[in-house]
């Protein structure tokens, strides 16, 4: 889901669909380049809806240069292999988990697993059991976006996201990388804080200094190309952390290869070690949540997340992809957002 | 009050004095200049507490450069102006208002009005701080920064200009908000987006020779707003000119945008305030202030001015902020 890229999605940037009549559903375009299977899938089932054409689709992440798909694919397989028994599989419809506008020249994918249901009672269950480990995630999503530009070029925006359960209080995970051109990359990377920070300077202390994360935001700050990046919506700056990493890198006169050297010799392995901090201190890190916490956190989790999409694609996914099938796809995250 | 820039008092950046024996009492160095007083202020009189010495020597802003002198002097009198009514006199012993460092290589006012309860200031805070470095240069911190009370949410202001050198700037300028902004976005639309904070922030931001500022505290990120203008300006190619031009032309004319927003908006500004939020308010509040003078002074001060004096002017601060 394009968090944070919603202005990069606005006319004239990308086409929008050429007439106001409804959008099919699901429709194929026949300028759709035949999908390159990932290695981790095997042929697409409907019986296994994990592993169907969903899945590989979005493990795709067509049209990004190799670089950019390997980090992607890699994210992925790095957060599924590590949360594997806590994520049911991804139960979204087809028409949601790959969808296009009418006149083919956009299309993107979706793909939510949510967490195992951690009823009250499965909660107190859990919480009897000696040795039990919680499950904490409320979902992942991740998505891809691709526009075709007036000019000839096209858009391509790849994300991931992580999102707890009140049953913890630690932050939520987000990557987000904005291709507008071969050369260009805005990079958002953060784990996004739950609580208060200024109110919580012990909980500042945990997440963002011990961990050292600013170390990492300063690696890619070294970048020559790189300056900082501001987001145009003035409400992702306060959902973002104080060493969220929020970048633009351009590579003009390096051309296409700086841009590659960048994305496997910087961008990469920094965003595989936040992820493994994420991994390490927050989805498998023992934190205790009071009850008046707990509402307080599902409160701000609801807000944040409603407020999220509302900006993000409440006006993009309609213009790009027409009322019909932005309907669907909103109404099938909201189902997910609850 | 050097609220970000405890970084830049860290030696070996900073002169510390020159051995462990305890600082006199406000001592006057030989070497201080003579005081220039400022225009506004009479002789000084022990009778008149708010124009007595320490207020005309916090108003001279000695040791920085005429432009960065005035946009200081014009800010701390609008503000001192349009709240006159609001403001008591500065309080503070002598000793507070205006300290030195035993060898003399540092020396720092603080002058802090506090309001009337009736009104909605907590307090106005104003501070230099001039240090000498030992490559023969100098560090000077100018700050003001304004605390409202829990009978309204709206948010502070804050005004910080640290200068390494005279072709070097770091400036923060921003209305720091009192409540979560995540969870309140009508607030951020209130305060941040109606009255385009924004596009002062781009103005600064075009100045070529700026860039982002990062402050090396994490918490002073945290309490700052998303329209903060956090920017280091360095004139190395034009100068000292190129500099003073900047501060007249670009950081001035911002500044006193930036503070009438906040005298329009939120001094005066229409807030209700419910009995749970001016508890989490009076929470939020004290916490920050205890956070950030532990953060900006609380090895700073004793490493430049001595454990007696920073001692001294800790415990007066936080007279004031408790």
Redesign the interface.
């Known amino acids: 889901m394009a968090v944070v890229a919603s202005h990069f999605l606005l006319p004239p940037l990308c086409l929008p669909p050429p007439s106001s009549r409804t959008a099919s559903h699901y429709s194929v375009s026949p300028k759709r380049p035949p999908p390159i299977m990932a290695a981790s899938s095997s042929s697409p089932s409907l019986t296994d809806p994990q592993y169907g054409g969903g899945r590989s689709r979005f493990m795709e992440f067509p049209h990004v240069s190799a670089p950019h798909r390997d980090l992607m694919v890699e994210l992925v397989s790095a957060v599924e292999a590590r949360l594997d028994s806590y994520l049911l599989p991804c139960t979204l419809p087809p028409d949601v988990q790959y969808y296009e506008n009418q006149s083919g020249t956009a299309q993107a994918t979706l793909h939510v697993r949510s967490g195992h249901d951690s009823s009250p009672e499965q909660l107190g269950m859990e919480l009897s059991e000696p040795g039990s480990t919680l499950n904490k995630i409320d979902f992942v999503l991740g998505s891809w976006i691709h526009c075709q530009l007036p000019s000839g070029g096209a858009l391509n925006i790849t994300s991931l996201s992580t999102y707890l359960n009140p049953s913890t209080d630690a932050p939520n995970f987000l990557i987000e990388l904005i291709r507008s051109s071969p050369t260009s990359l805005v990079l958002i990377l953060d784990l996004p804080p739950r609580k208060?920070?200024?109110?919580h300077?012990d909980y500042?202390q945990t997440f963002?200094?011990d961990t050292k994360l600013?170390s990492r935001r300063q690696l890619l700050e070294k970048i020559p190309e790189s300056?900082?990046y501001f987001s145009s919506s003035?409400?992702i700056?306060?959902?973002v952390s104080?060493?969220a990493i929020m970048t633009r890198i351009e590579t003009e006169a390096g051309g296409v290869e700086r841009m590659e050297e960048i994305l496997q010799s910087h961008v990469g392995p920094v965003a595989m070690e936040v992820l493994g901090i994420w991994l390490d201190q927050c989805a498998f890190g023992e934190r205790e949540v009071g009850d008046s916490e707990i509402s307080y956190l599902e409160?701000?989790d609801r807000?944040?997340r409603s407020?999220t999409i509302e900006i993000d694609l409440g006006s993009s996914l309609p213009r790009l992809f027409g009322p019909e099938t932005a309907g669907r796809v909103l109404e099938a995250m909201r189902g997910v957002f609850k």
């Open positions: 208060d920070l200024a109110l300077p500042l963002y200094e600013e300056q900082p003035l409400y700056r306060c959902i104080p060493t409160k701000r807000l944040i407020k």
